[in-house]
């Protein structure tokens, strides 16, 4: 089997899953008779999995909800319903989905004020959401200071959440059960960081999908499963050929090297577009973004507070948006610079995205740091979610002009 | 609704309402005196006036543009924080000692960077990582945050803050929340002797001037209100419910269209006063940190406490006997955008009125604002 054969392979195990993220496929498991729980964001997937219960994120079923046919017709309903006019269209079509009755009545709610007020202000809909006045509800604060008390602080509270989870469902969380889940994640999270060691090669082997899919599954959708595992290993050997034979990705003649630091390009149907254009007509290769860019602390099993202590690092400190939005926005700078420096990076997109309140009010440190650190820095600020308050071919004509301004189409 | 006051304790706290610095605040430096800024309630001023410093809640009165500010934000971002950024890089809050930025939205937030960043006066700048749930057990957290926070003042200006000083000031402060109480009784009446705008300007020099002059001033205005015999009509007996709004733009428009405006649910309303803090126990911070997270929790940011918040509106709207009920948020406010749309249907259900807007820092719009009143005046049938 040649490797494109192999990729391609792993892309067809995947695919299937991105059904995972809609509204209709949380629908379908309450409809079987499944309890599902709700978050307003990613939140203790561990447990989740250990415990066998789907978690509807809702932050997701919203983002999916852009990608698919009908998302200008949704988010034009989603208008007319007025949460609020400068919101962030992903969190406004998971307001959406809840108010007009297209999630299932979970098991158990779960909010939280990460990692924006968008979504704090979702998780305030749901819990006083009508029809979801039986279901019970917990809510978790999250400190914005990154010390040990206010990791403490937030870790405490996911221990009793676990509790709430169980009295909630009648399921009963079986420890073992967490371990294995929790050594399996670890197995993953290791392959994750192997894989973006791979990915600094030049030319860089792969295209930036892989970090992102590999995230999904093993942060999300299936954390702590050992297909998954499997599935990382056998991306990585084929990654790891051809490194070795010094190859990069077929038909790109690699000649720019930028990353994104936004989940703009997580958007599979947007992210694919823009990025796939610009390798192929400039060669210019998306290295890095803030999703997959997460997850490299093992989680400690030594004791029951250690674990939790992990979960709570995880969630605030690496997973994607939650280290963006809620630490300092030196602290977003600094990791832009050094991860640019890591991945050889010729330059940094930002895109600015409108609903990121908390991102679009950093724009002059992370501005200033990338000047002092002769990074060239683009922030577009466009609407990753609707492509009509910018068009995909606006954006992707801003990042071209970029590069021909920075002297990069001329290598 | 016409005013029919005439007073000059009124003009005094109006005008110190109407700019930033004001003569109370010069007279306080002149004597050496320290100030400290500090953005929204969830901040306890009681922390501040116990180490002898006069705090100064952040406003942007006066500003028309954001062209500085604009190089450090985005459009998208709520403009109240980005007009009083503008004003601190304009220099006219350089005669703060010292800010305190809490962490109550992503926007305020992220002013305390670059506020450091831009390397604007004073150098004492604070975060307060304040609880953003209501919830019993998180009071505890809370209590350690204001304790570190007590630390920081101590240490920066040398003071000692003893529980009989925070005592005191949290008496002080009860005692202006109790007089703001009477303010607000007095528009319970049929015909109020003091216009909705009026009281906004009552409220906002509340955290612009030394608190003991303040309770004075207000208990004087209280005794000539109290004289006043207005028979002022009206055509309807509206509220406000919103963000925190420091000018008159839509109580203005609501008295110009000749309805009163009686009460409101804002940040400088009555959700300062409808809790006094705690007096006597043994735990000063204790008692401020549970006054904080379970008694007032009524910026939308604070989660789990909905119902409260919506209950107080529905307090509001019964005791002031109120007709209808106008929700003004800011363009960019996550957290109210959410609450205005809950309290929608809520107040439907309640057979309240309910019309929203939402609106820039700098009052715009006036006449499609105007527009929007006068049918809602017409919809509950008080037009004529």
Redesign the interface.
């Known amino acids: 089997m040649n490797d494109n054969n192999v990729f391609d392979q792993l892309k067809a195990e995947i695919s299937k899953y991105d059904r995972m993220m809609l509204a209709d496929y949380f629908r379908e498991c309450s409809q079987k008779g499944m309890q599902v729980i709700a978050g307003s964001d990613i939140c203790l997937y561990e447990v989740a999995a250990a415990m066998g219960l789907p978690y509807c994120v809702m932050t997701t079923v919203g983002g999916a909800g852009t990608q698919i046919p009908g998302a200008a017709e949704r988010i034009d309903l989603a208008k007319d319903?007025?949460?609020?006019?400068?919101?962030?269209t992903c969190?406004r079509l998971a307001?959406y989905y809840l108010e007009t009755g297209q999630l299932p009545v979970p098991a158990a709610l779960i909010?939280?004020?990460t990692p924006?007020?968008?979504v704090?202000?979702?998780?305030?809909?749901a819990?006083?959401y009508k029809p979801w006045a039986n279901v019970p509800?917990f809510?978790?604060?999250?400190?914005?200071?990154k010390d040990d008390?206010?990791m403490k602080?937030f870790a405490r509270q996911m221990k009793?959440a676990v509790s709430f989870l169980e009295e909630a469902t009648g399921k009963k969380l079986d420890k073992d059960r967490l371990d294995q889940v929790c050594e399996e994640a670890n197995k993953q999270c290791r392959l994750l960081l192997d894989f973006q060691e791979l990915k600094k090669a030049v030319p860089c082997p792969v295209t930036w999908t892989w970090a992102r899919d590999g995230f999904r599954l093993a942060r999300w959708m299936f954390c702590g499963d050992p297909w998954v595992t499997d599935w990382l290993e056998r991306l990585i050997a084929a990654t790891e050929q051809r490194v070795k034979e010094k190859k990069g990705v077929d038909g790109i003649n690699e000649k720019i090297r930028y990353m994104v630091w936004d989940p703009a390009m997580v958007s599979p149907t947007r992210g694919d577009y823009i990025s796939n254009r610009l390798a192929k007509e400039l060669g210019a290769m998306n290295m890095m973004d803030y999703y997959s860019f997460a997850c490299w602390t093992p989680i400690d099993l030594s004791s029951e507070d250690a674990m939790y202590m992990s979960f709570a690092k995880r969630h605030l400190n690496e997973t994607g948006m939650s280290r963006q939005?809620m630490d300092?926005?030196?602290a977003f700078a600094e990791d832009v610079a050094r991860i640019a420096r890591d991945f050889k990076c010729d330059a940094i997109v930002m895109t600015?995205h409108?609903?990121h309140?908390?991102q679009?009010?950093?724009?002059?440190?992370v501005r200033?740091h990338c000047r002092k650190q002769g990074m060239p820095l683009l922030i577009i600020?466009c609407d990753i979610w609707d492509e009509r308050v910018m068009s995909l071919d606006v954006v992707y004509d801003k990042i071209r002009t970029f590069f021909e301004v920075s002297g990069f189409l001329d290598r | 609704m016409k005013s029919c006051m005439e007073s000059q304790v009124f003009e005094k706290l109006a005008k110190i309402a109407s700019g930033i610095m004001n003569p109370e605040i010069e007279d306080w430096k002149k004597h050496g005196g320290k100030v400290m800024g500090y953005f929204c309630p969830v901040v306890p001023e009681e922390l501040i006036i116990a180490a002898g410093v006069l705090p100064f809640r952040m406003r942007a009165t006066g500003s028309t543009s954001t062209s500085r500010a604009d190089?450090?934000?985005?459009d998208?971002?709520?403009d109240f924080p980005r007009h009083c950024f503008n004003q601190a890089l304009l220099g006219n809050y350089d005669f703060l000692d010292g800010i305190i930025i809490p962490?109550c939205?992503?926007?305020i937030?992220?002013?305390l960077?670059?506020w450091l960043?831009a390397g604007i006066k004073p150098s004492f700048v604070y975060?307060f990582?304040h609880?953003?749930?209501s919830?019993e057990?998180?009071v505890g957290?809370e209590r350690?945050q204001l304790l570190k926070f007590k630390k920081s003042i101590e240490q920066h200006f040398k003071v000692e803050i003893s529980d009989q000083s925070l005592q005191q000031a949290i008496s002080l402060c009860n005692e202006s929340r109790r007089l703001q109480q009477k303010l607000y009784e007095l528009r319970k009446m049929d015909s109020p002797p003091i216009t909705g705008s009026e009281t906004v300007a009552v409220m906002v020099a509340s955290s612009s001037m030394p608190r003991e002059q303040y309770n004075k001033d207000l208990r004087a205005l209280l005794d000539e209100l109290g004289a006043i015999k207005s028979d002022t009509k009206y055509k309807a007996r509206l509220m406000i419910v919103g963000s925190g709004h420091d000018d008159v733009f839509l109580s203005g428009i609501i008295e110009e269209m000749g309805a009163a405006l009686v009460t409101d649910n804002t940040c400088y309303g009555p959700r300062l006063f409808v809790q006094t803090v705690e007096e006597g126990g043994t735990d000063p911070l204790l008692a401020l940190a549970k006054y904080q997270v379970m008694d007032t929790p009524y910026c939308?940011?604070m989660?789990?406490a909905?119902?409260k918040r919506l209950q107080l509106v529905l307090d509001l709207a019964r005791d002031y006997r109120v007709d209808g009920i106008i929700g003004e948020?800011f363009?960019?406010?996550?957290?109210?955008?959410?609450?205005?749309?809950?309290l929608?249907s809520e107040l439907k259900d309640a057979g309240i009125p309910f019309i929203?807007y939402?609106r820039e820092f700098v009052p715009s719009l006036e006449g499609q604002i105007k527009t929007r009143v006068e049918a809602f005046l017409e919809m509950m049938g008080k037009g004529m």
């Open positions: 319903m007025e949460f609020g006019s400068k919101l962030c969190v307001m909010t939280f004020n924006c007020d968008a704090t202000t979702l998780g305030e809909m819990r006083n509800k809510v978790m604060d999250a400190s914005y200071s008390e206010g602080y009793q939005a300092t926005s030196f600015g409108i609903g309140k908390e679009d009010a950093l724009h002059e440190i200033d600020g | 190089v450090y934000f985005t998208f971002n709520c962490t939205c992503d926007t937030r992220r002013l960077e670059n960043h975060q990582d609880v953003h749930a919830r057990v998180m957290r350690d939308p940011k989660m789990g909905h119902e948020t363009l960019g406010c996550d957290p109210w955008g959410g609450e205005v749309f809950m929608r929203s939402e």
